[in-house]
Structures are given as structure tokens and as C-alpha cells.
């Protein structure tokens, strides 16, 4: 019996012990795990779907966009600055789109409250095309240079703004989203002061732009730059939608519009332009 014994006492330690490995097991599995979360999510492979459909939706009719637009100016007989920019400005958020379907500057951001996704090629879309808007509604306007350097300032701050409090933390995300919303008012004061006396064309495209304008901002604090309190899908489909209204609403009203928009001036002008290449052709073949 003391013989059996021995072995029951040295049994008990390894029963003991076996729980002691299997508990000291996970400890070391969840820090890998934490660790891991960010490496293992790789753009655009986890995207969900509707986030890529959404994204290609927006490249393609930026394209498209861009194709009408090339068109319109080919096809008239001088060129303009107002047709060039919205095609530049299709072009650009065409390429912005299409490099967020890629997963291309895609920022999965794990130093805020819970993980977000940043699409910094959005930013940089807003940085270039939204002057371009704002440089049409100057050509428009004929406003002076100091108003388009003005227009146009705010806008770049505005951006920097929201680009800064994307990537940045609570509570000081929401200092930049509060200044990007004081360089938006400014950008409204000053849009809202040339519809005196401008055209209904022109009040159209100005009301679009404010009213696209407004919506962004509201985005980004209900989207995974602020509060997160939209879903990764809708932020992105609201997003796409207000990008189609406010650059090829905007450009295919306007340019089709075109005369009307701008007074007739741009008319006669190319028609003087069309008169005098006819009067040079005449008087060289007189020479």
C-alpha cells in the first residue's frame, strides 16, 4: 500500500500543474492577438462589399464625368478655363475614387476609441477639386483676384482641418473639425454676398455648393473621423452621392448652360475671336 501511494503523491502535482499551463496560455495568445489586429487588415481585401461597390460607383461616374466634360470642350470652337476646370476636377476625384477602391492611402486607425478606417486620398480629392469649384464660381462671378485667394485659402484650411482631426484623437480631433467649420461659414458669408444681382445659373450653382458643402463637415463628425455613429457603408455611400452632385451636378448644369451662366459675354467673344482670325486670313491673302 505505501508503495501505491507514491505514485498518487507524484500524480497530484502534475494534475496541478496541467491547469497552470493551460491558463498561462491564453495570456500570452491575447497580446498577440491586440497586437495583430492591425497588421492582419490589409485594403481592399477588407473592405465590406458594399464599401467597394460604393467606391467603384463614384470612379466610374467621376469618369464618365470627365469623359462629357473633355467632349464639351473639344467641341467648341475656342476653348475655356471654365470647361477645362470641371474636367480637371472629374479627372482628379476619378483618380481619388479609384485609388480608394485600390485600398490605396487607406489608414486603419487603432488609437482611437474603437478602429476606424481614414481614406486620406479623400483629403487629398478635397484639397485639389473644391478650389477648382470655387475658381468656376469666381470665372462666373468675375470676381477679383482677392476674392478667389480668399475663397480658395479657406478652402485648403478647411481641408487641412478635417485631414488633421482625422488623424488625431479625441478630444483634440474636435478642436480641427470646430476651425474647419469657422473656415466653411467664411467660405458661405462670402459665396452669399456675390448673389446680388447675379443670375439664376449662377445662384443654382452657388446654392449647390454651399449645400454639398454643409454636408461634409456633418459627415465627418458622424463618420469614422468623429463619432462613428454611421457605419462604414453609409458614410461612404453619402459621401459618393453628395461627390456626384457637387462636382458633375454641378458641371453638367453649368456647362450646359454654358452662354446663359456667363452673360454672353463668352459668345461674342469667341465669335469677335472667330472675326478677327477672318480678317487676318483676308488680309493675307490680299498680301
Known sequence: PAEDAAPAEDAAPAEDAAPADDAAAPADAAPADASGDAGSVVFPDDYPNSVKHFLLIGSLGMFIGAVVFLYLSMSRPK????HSLMFLCAAISCMAYYAMWTGLGTQYKTTDTTPRVIFLARYADFLLTQPLVLATLCQISKADASVLVSLVGNDVLL???GLIGA???APFKYMWWFAGVVFLVIIIAQLLQRLEG?????KML????IGCGCVY???WMLGSEGTASLGLTQEVGILV???????????LYFLFNFEDAMGGEEGSEEEQGLNDEDQQKSQQDVV
Open 167 to 169: 488623424i488625431n484623437i
Open 198 to 202: 447675379a443670375n439664376d445659373i449662377y
Open 159 to 161: 481641408v487641412l482641418c
Open 217 to 219: 463637415p456633418l459627415v
Open 241 to 251: 452621392l453628395v461627390d456626384l452632385i457637387a462636382k458633375l451636378g454641378f458641371g
Open 79 to 82: 476653348s475655356s478655363v471654365a
Open 206 to 209: 452657388t446654392y449647390i455648393t
